[in-house]
């Protein structure tokens, strides 16, 4: 059971060349330095999908696949049943988009305390699963 969760946003601000994102990346780099973090089947799908975007895809085919199968190598949380349950039940009590309850059931189900992600509301408790915004100034 890893502490924390990353969403995808923690995966894409790791490998930013981007010069305004200099400091997303270091702190990212920090989080996923450490070795009691795990990730989700979405947040990988999610992470390939962004990464090979087009018109500017930061790595082609294959060095995606190379990454995401580094990450595979982390404590991962699969879709499934449970998961879609869980996270439709997280969806109708907090008013999050499905795929926001998706991350934070996927946080859930795998024991983690702590989810990291820029995209949902900072300290918020979701049961067990507080989101930390890792970037959040002040």
Same mark, same amino acid.
């Given at each position: 059971?890893? +502490?924390? /969760?990353?969403?995808?946003?923690?995966? /894409?601000?790791?490998?930013?060349? +981007?010069?305004?994102?200099?400091?997303?990346?270091? *702190?990212? #780099?920090?989080?996923?330095?450490?070795?009691?973090?795990?990730?989700?089947?979405?947040?990988?799908?999610?992470? %390939? *999908?962004?990464?090979? #975007?087009?018109?500017?895809?930061?790595?082609?085919?294959?060095?995606?696949?190379?990454?995401?199968?580094?990450?595979? /190598?982390?404590?991962?949380?699969?879709?499934?049943?449970?998961? /879609?349950?869980?996270?439709?039940?997280?969806?109708? #009590?907090?008013?999050?988009?499905?795929?926001?309850?998706?991350?934070?059931?996927?946080?859930?189900?795998?024991?983690?305390?702590?989810? %990291?992600?820029?995209?949902?509301?900072?300290?918020?408790?979701?049961?067990?699963?507080?989101?930390?915004?890792?970037?959040?100034?002040?």
């Amino acid at each position: 059971m890893p +502490a924390a /969760l990353v969403d995808t946003s923690i995966l /894409l601000y790791a490998i930013s060349t +981007a010069p305004e994102e200099a400091e997303k990346k270091a *702190v990212a #780099r920090e989080i996923l330095a450490g070795t009691d973090w795990g990730v989700s089947i979405q947040v990988l799908q999610e992470f %390939y *999908v962004n990464v090979t #975007r087009a018109p500017a895809p930061a790595m082609d085919h294959m060095a995606a696949v190379k990454a995401v199968e580094q990450l595979l /190598l982390r404590p991962v949380v699969v879709n499934d049943a449970a998961l /879609l349950r869980a996270a439709l039940t997280l969806k109708e #009590r907090y008013g999050l988009s499905y795929w926001d309850a998706a991350v934070v059931a996927a946080a859930k189900l795998s024991g983690a305390a702590i989810l %990291y992600s820029e995209d949902m509301n900072d300290g918020q408790d979701y049961g067990g699963v507080r989101v930390v915004n890792p970037f959040r100034q002040g």
